[in-house]
């Protein structure tokens, strides 16, 4: 079965970056895009970026460009999403999810970033 | 950029109520339109794709319909396990996301 799993919670301080993985399992892992997406205490659900597995090919939402990375180790069959300068806004739980055309199936568990000096 | 607007955001229904949450694209998106259900402290899970199309495994009691613009995404009989909160999510011809802000459903 299609499984990702996240990294752990990481607590950084403001202007710090932070990098969290997603390891892929039960499925090819060069076959699909990851997206990143990201929700705020009590927020809604924003999207960052996605990466393609196969061919490392990238987009960024217009408002994370520039300070977010998606990168992804085929050999590991992990995706990251490394995010630089943190502010306090950037609190929020970070998902992994699989493409599936526009839609998503498979999600992460979530990753709790917290952004505190 | 495609704006999502999504109505209400929250509404209160008891079990046995009929739901309808709306989404309004800022342009015509055809039918590139998702719904989700979040609970708390858990991902979203997908229920409807296209517009129209049920998820594999979700109860026909959740349905989707519109194109265009306007879409609307209705519980036909709410449940006790249905108390959660629901995006729309549009995607682009580059796989770009755009989620609605979200309808929080709660126990009236």
């Known amino acids: 079965q299609v499984q990702l799993v996240q990294s752990g919670a990481e607590v950084k301080k403001p202007g710090a970056s932070v990098k969290v993985s997603c390891k892929a399992s039960g499925y090819t892992f060069t076959t699909y895009a990851i997206h990143w997406v990201r929700q705020a205490p009590g927020q809604g659900l924003e999207w960052m970026g996605w990466i393609h597995a196969g061919d490392d090919d990238t987009k960024y939402s217009q408002k994370f460009q520039g300070r977010v990375t998606l990168t992804r180790d085929t050999s590991a069959g992990t995706a990251y999403m490394e995010l630089s300068s943190l502010r306090s806004e950037d609190t929020a739980v970070y998902y992994c999810a699989r493409d599936s055309s526009g839609y998503v199936v498979h999600w992460g568990q979530g990753t709790l970033v917290t952004v505190s000096s | 950029d495609i704006q999502m607007t999504q109505s209400p955001s929250s509404l209160s229904a008891s079990v046995g109520d009929r739901v309808t949450i709306t989404c309004q694209a800022s342009?015509?998106?055809?039918?590139?339109l998702n719904w989700y259900q979040q609970k708390p402290g858990k991902a979203p899970k997908l229920l409807i794709y296209d517009a129209s199309n049920l998820e594999t495994g979700v109860p026909s009691r959740f349905s989707g319909r519109g194109s265009g613009t306007d879409f609307t995404f209705t519980i036909s009989s709410l449940q006790p396990e249905d108390f959660a909160t629901y995006y729309c999510?549009?995607?682009?011809?580059?796989?770009?996301?755009?989620f609605g802000g979200g309808t929080k459903v709660e126990v009236k």
């Open positions: 342009q015509d998106i055809s039918n590139y």
């Open positions: 999510q549009h995607y682009d011809n580059f796989l770009a996301l755009t």
